[in-house]
């Protein structure tokens, strides 16, 4: 067990659907860090939250959104849901600054499936 | 733009092969360098790094060497498991303002008794 906590496991879902992911870092990381994992496109970086702010933006698509709230948690909202954006959202979170240097430690994914 | 090539896979071994999985990377300066594995049904979990050349990572018998010259960081392990089965994924980051991981495909260890 990691440490880090992810909601739902599984989401089954229509197109043009919305739907929130939530992710909860471990205790005392700042950091959270989103990925997508797909068969196709392998595993993405879609963006980080340090202490409630973006710190950084990868391949996120911009009916994607996410935001950290002061209690560190992240939520991860996806919108006008397409069957190309079924695939496996992990979040991870890192302690101290962030940086990716460090160990980043995963969560256990949220399955999202779009029918 | 950084990026990491593996070995395809799948890989399958039988119990005590030896094993090698190939990484390669391009990237801008000085990059910090991962091994990740994903076992089934888990999230990744860190399995070791090197963070300038020539260092080596070693862990659970794993081991890999940071090759600048050859912009390589190939995954080793003398003796495999049926437990070692799993996703391998080679990783790096940049730093600096880049605060991204960027990983290569996976490649699937499979090993049989």
């Known amino acids: 067990d990691s440490g880090v906590t992810q909601t739902p496991k599984h989401l089954i879902t229509a197109t043009g659907q919305r739907v929130t992911l939530r992710c909860s870092p471990r205790?005392?990381?700042?950091?959270v860090y989103w990925y997508q994992q797909s068969l196709d496109q392998g595993l993405q970086f879609l963006i980080q939250?340090?202490?409630?702010?973006?710190?950084a933006k990868g391949n996120i698509l911009e009916r994607f959104s996410a935001q950290q709230f002061p209690d560190l948690h992240s939520e991860l909202n996806l919108s006008s849901l397409e069957l190309g954006d079924s695939a496996l959202y992990f979040c991870?979170?890192?302690?101290?600054?962030?940086?990716?240097?460090?160990?980043?430690?995963f969560g256990p994914g949220t399955r999202l499936t779009v029918l | 733009g950084d990026s990491v090539t593996q070995m395809e896979g799948p890989v399958t071994l039988s119990e005590e092969a030896f094993l090698t999985i190939n990484c390669t990377y391009t990237?801008?300066?000085?990059?910090?360098l991962f091994w990740y594995v994903q076992y089934p049904g888990e999230g990744l979990q860190l399995l070791l790094k090197?963070?300038?050349?020539?260092d080596k990572g070693s862990n659970k018998g794993f081991e890999a060497t940071y090759r600048k010259e050859t912009t390589s960081f190939h995954l080793e392990k003398g003796s495999v498991q049926v437990s070692d089965s799993a996703v391998y994924f080679c990783?790096?980051?940049?730093?600096?303002?880049?605060?991204?991981?960027?990983f290569g495909k996976g490649t699937l260890l499979t090993v049989n008794p």
């Open positions: 990783a790096l980051t940049s730093g600096g303002s880049n605060y991204k991981l960027t």
């Open positions: 939250y340090y202490n409630g702010e973006e710190r």
């Open positions: 090197a963070t300038k050349a020539d």
């Open positions: 991870a979170s890192t302690p101290g600054t962030g940086d990716p240097y460090n160990e980043q430690f």
């Open positions: 205790s005392g990381d700042l950091s």
């Open positions: 990237a801008t300066g000085y990059p910090s």
